[in-house]
């Protein structure tokens, strides 16, 4: 009698299909019972074993194919952050290249080559006003210092043809003076 009613319920549910919860649901409904355990017949036994060993297979052919999946794209991602890395250095690299040139065999930033070229010219600038300065002062001083000598041999030369003339005047003074000596004693 439990055989027929274990057949009437078969249509609703079976092992051949549906989900392993609704297997054990039917196990437990097409089982009989002796005292408080239940006697299920060993082929459903069996039955559900290999579906529960099937969906097991099958489960872990998922999470193999998820996790070949998964290192595939952890690879892609590796081998996109190592392309990312890549670009922003040739861009690090092009960008210092483009900010800054050899020079002297030192590569230098453009903005630091600006900044010693303007403090050269500017240095340079202060020089070069520093002895202009210094020659246009030297150029005056050795103006009125010529001026001066100018001045100096004039009166030099003044005082040197006054001097001949008194000393011409002295020598005749004392040329008549002797000859009026000599003119009274003779």
Known sequence: MAQDSVAVQEPTRSLSGGTIESQFEYLNEASNNYQEYKVVKKTNLDKIKDNILDSVGVYKDQIVEKNAMIKEQQAKITALNTGIDNTNNELTSALEAKDSFSFLGLQVYKST?????????IGLTLGLGFFIFKFSKSHKVISETRKDLLETKDEFENHRKNTLERERKLKRQLVDEMNKKHGITS
């Open 113 to 121: 080559y600006s900044t010693i070229m303007w403090s050269v010219i």
